[in-house]
């Protein structure tokens, strides 16, 4: 009996200072999510379905909707990744991060990002709801000049990826986007 005691205060104890470790830090990140997004609520309604944690250095957004002031309509994004590679940016962000030592890795995934394409972001010009032909700088003058408007597209459908890698010793910058619109992939050229 004492030895199986003995294992299983070797198994247990570990388990439930793992779990007790992650339990504080995922509530520390969710805490700063939470004060962050109060932090931006006189310009923009952030609201998310759930949060998790990864002792990895990930925080992880599911079912992320935001509605910037005087808009109506509301952008989706399904996940939202921020990955910091290792738990030391868990806990650098538990504390907020600093503009002065930023981490040497940072990168930011927004999957199912879903932009509606028949109100104000498309007629930024003229104000949410405006059926005005757009300003050729806003996306709704670049979509109108692709011809989307004229395809019934009601939203855009995209992914991105946004990060960078900084090695002090090297003194090197490494910066990586990666950006998909799955509208855009649905298009082919016709056959003359």
Known sequence: MKRTSRWLIIVIIPLLLFLGVKGVVHFKVKSEVD??????D??????????????LG??????VSVVPRDAVE???????KLDGGDAAFLLQLT???????????????AHRIELPLDGGYLFMNEGAGSKNRPAECTLGGILQHVGLDRLDYTKLQADMVLGYRYNPTAATL??????????????SSPSY
């Not at 004060?35 to 931006?40: C, E, G, K, Q």
């Not at 923009?44 to 759930?50: L, N």
């Open 35 to 40: 004060h962050f997004i109060t932090m931006a």
């Open 58 to 63: 990930v925080v992880a957004l599911e079912g």
């Open 42 to 55: 006189p310009f923009v309604t952030i609201r998310y379905e759930s949060i998790s944690t990864s002792l």
């Open 174 to 187: 490494a910066i990586d986007l990666d950006f998909s619109c799955r509208i855009l992939s649905h298009f």
């Open 74 to 80: 509301v952008v989706r994004v399904g996940k939202l």
């Open 95 to 109: 504390g907020g991060l600093s503009l002065e030592a930023p981490p040497e890795k940072l990168y930011i995934a």
